[in-house]
C-alpha cells in the first residue's frame, strides 16, 4: 500500500477515488472525515489522504493522477473583451464575469 496523494479537501478526496476505482484501482480515503478538527488538530494532520492498495497499481495510478490534475483549458486561448460592457474576460470563460453576456460560438473559434 502506498500513498498516492494528499487532497486539498473531502470533495477532491471523492473525485478522485471514484477516478481511481473507476479505472479499477482499488484505494483507501484516509483521514477524510477529520477536516472538522483544525485547529486543536494541526491542519497538515487533517488533509485527506488517496492511498493505492496495490503497489503494482502505484505507476499506473500516478500517470492517471497527473493527467486527472492537469488544467483542462486549451493553452492557445486568449482572453477576450467583452463586447457589451468592455470588460477584459480571461481565457477559459465564456461568459462575462460582469455582465452576464456570453461569447458567441463564431467569435470563440476565432480567439485561438
Not at 38 to 58: A, C, H, K, Q, S
Amino acid at each position: 500500500m502506498k500513498k498516492l496523494h494528499v487532497c486539498l479537501n473531502e470533495q477532491e478526496a471523492d473525485l478522485i477515488g471514484s477516478f481511481m476505482q473507476k479505472e479499477d484501482i482499488p484505494i483507501e480515503i484516509r483521514f477524510k472525515n477529520l477536516q472538522s478538527l483544525r485547529g486543536p488538530v494541526p491542519f497538515v494532520d487533517t488533509d485527506p489522504e488517496i492511498w493505492i492498495l496495490n503497489d503494482e497499481d502505484f505507476e499506473k495510478a500516478s500517470a492517471l493522477l497527473k493527467e486527472f490534475l492537469k488544467p483542462q483549458v486549451d493553452p492557445n486561448l486568449k482572453s477576450w473583451k467583452c463586447p457589451n460592457c468592455g470588460e477584459q474576460i480571461e481565457s477559459q470563460y465564456d461568459a462575462c464575469w460582469h455582465c452576464g453576456t456570453e461569447i458567441k460560438q463564431e467569435e470563440n473559434k476565432n480567439r485561438s
